[in-house]
Each structure stands twice: as structure tokens, then as C-alpha cells.
């Protein structure tokens, strides 16, 4: 690290559980974030603030101004443009030494395969079921930690997957019957809701990187009640994806 990043990453510096050779690992990583609405700005944000050295946002959608509310990495005068490279120039005037990498796309098979193969971390800040699980499905096929995040009206989840350390998927938790295609434009969101969970999704990441997060734990957060509540997540046997099937 030169003179200006030791002073830039120097409040991290001075945590124990990061010091200078963590905050190196974080320079040195790659974080794919998936979605960058309302979990995705956060997160990305946050990642950047934080020094992750090379960032790869993944978006196909355009920012639209009901976005506005929640969506704190777009604002007016990115109207019109995709969310993807709107998110990635507040990242990369967050933090001007970071590699960001826009893709304009909703990225599925072998294209969301090779993307994640890059990445040192997954955040899924998507907002729908069948992305959600073919994340979790490549993730855990790839070896690659994923951190994931949902938020709907006034309550959020979170949840941090770990292959290299056998923790039950996203696919013990839902399977493709389940009914959570739940979205904001029908159910609404109380607008700094998204910000908890994806700064928590960002905090997870850097945890994940630095081999101190804790995998297979769910995470749900009341807003209108200001509350946590954690859950162990069993491994599901006859898990598609994680079980012994």
C-alpha cells in the first residue's frame, strides 16, 4: 500500500481483525455483486469505501424514478441509464483507485458462470427467485462464498453460504415451489430497509474475505419492530445442490 491508501483504509488499519494484511486481502479481491438496485447500491458502495480492489456490478435493467426512493447509488440525472453503469461511476467516484466493471446484463448459464469464476465473493442482490437459486447453485458448484440478501416490505434476510466449509445453500432454505417472487412494486418497502441489508451484505463480503464470517446462519430483520433474529440453517439431506442427494 502506497502513503495515500494507509491513510485512506487507516480506520480498518486499526482494527485487529483486519490491520494491514487484511486490508490487503481486500485490495487484492474481487467482489461480483449481483443486482444493483436497492441491496446492490449499498453493498457496492460500501465495497468500494472499503477497498475491495476490483468490483464487477451486474445489472440489466435501466434506472427508472420510482428507483429513487430506495436506490441510493442512482439519482435524477441517471434516468434512463442502465443501473449497472450508473452504480458503478458512484462506486468508482467513491473510490477512484478501485477496478470496476459494469455489465448490462441479467446474466444466467454459462455467462453468469464465468463471471462468478472471477470473484473472490458473491453478493446476490437480486430481487427474484430463479436468479437467486441459479446463484446458489454455481456458487456451490464453483467453491465461491455468496452472501445473500432479500428485503420486501418491512422485513429483511440475510444469509451467508460457504462451500469450502460444507454450510447448508440458499436451496435448503427455498426451492423453486416456494412463493417468495414478492417485489417492492407490489409490495412495497419502507426505503431504508434495502440500506440495512445491503450494508450488511457489504460487511458479511469483507468478513468472507478475511475467513471470519459465519456461513449457514439466517439472519431476519423486523424493521417496524427494530429487531434480529438469527437461525441456524440445517443442511437439507436431500439438498439438490448441497445435500448428498
Known amino acids: 500500500m502506497n502513503d495515500q491508501q494507509l491513510l485512506?483504509?487507516?480506520?480498518?488499519?486499526?482494527?485487529?481483525?483486519?490491520?494491514?494484511?487484511?486490508?490487503?486481502?481486500?485490495?487484492?479481491s474481487t467482489a461480483l455483486v449481483i443486482g444493483c438496485g436497492g441491496l446492490g447500491s449499498p453493498a457496492a458502495m460500501y465495497l468500494a469505501a472499503s477497498g475491495v480492489g476490483h468490483l464487477i456490478l451486474a445489472d440489466g435493467d435501466t434506472v427508472e424514478?420510482?428507483?429513487?426512493?430506495?436506490?441510493?447509488?442512482?439519482?435524477?440525472?441517471?434516468?434512463?441509464?442502465?443501473?449497472a453503469e450508473s452504480a458503478a461511476a458512484t462506486a468508482k467516484a467513491i473510490n477512484p483507485g478501485a477496478r470496476v466493471t459494469a455489465m448490462a446484463a441479467n446474466l444466467s448459464g454459462a455467462a453468469l458462470q464465468?463471471?462468478?469464476?472471477?470473484?473472490?465473493?458473491?453478493?446476490?442482490c437480486s430481487d427474484n427467485l430463479t436468479t437467486r437459486l441459479e446463484v446458489n447453485k454455481l456458487c456451490y458448484q464453483q467453491k465461491t462464498a455468496l452472501v445473500c440478501g432479500a428485503a420486501i416490505a418491512g422485513e429483511g434476510q440475510l444469509l451467508v453460504v460457504d462451500p469450502n466449509n460444507n454450510s447448508a445453500c440458499y436451496r435448503?432454505?427455498?426451492d423453486e415451489t416456494a412463493n417468495v417472487n414478492?417485489?417492492?412494486?407490489?409490495?412495497?418497502?419502507?426505503?431504508?430497509?434495502?440500506?440495512?441489508?445491503?450494508?450488511?451484505?457489504?460487511?458479511?463480503?469483507?468478513?468472507?474475505?478475511?475467513?471470519?464470517?459465519?456461513?449457514?446462519?439466517?439472519?431476519?430483520?423486523?424493521?417496524?419492530?427494530?429487531?434480529w433474529q438469527a437461525l441456524n440453517l440445517p443442511k437439507q439431506p436431500g439438498c439438490p445442490v448441497c445435500g448428498s442427494h
Not at 12 to 27: A, E, N, S, T
Not at 114 to 124: G, N, P, Y
Open 114 to 124: 464465468e463471471v462468478i469464476d472471477q470473484a473472490d465473493v458473491v453478493l446476490d
Open 8 to 28: 485512506t483504509y487507516s480506520r480498518h488499519i486499526l482494527l485487529r481483525q483486519i490491520d494491514i494484511d487484511g486490508q490487503q486481502v481486500f485490495i487484492n
Open 65 to 83: 424514478l420510482s428507483n429513487l426512493q430506495r436506490q441510493i447509488a442512482h439519482s435524477h440525472s441517471d434516468l434512463g441509464q442502465g443501473k
Open 172 to 174: 435448503c432454505l427455498y
Open 182 to 227: 414478492l417485489n417492492c412494486a407490489t409490495s412495497g418497502v419502507i426505503a431504508p430497509l434495502v440500506g440495512v441489508i445491503g450494508a450488511m451484505q457489504a460487511l458479511e463480503a469483507l468478513k468472507v474475505l478475511l475467513g471470519t464470517a459465519t456461513a449457514g446462519k439466517l439472519s431476519i430483520y423486523d424493521a417496524w419492530r427494530t429487531s
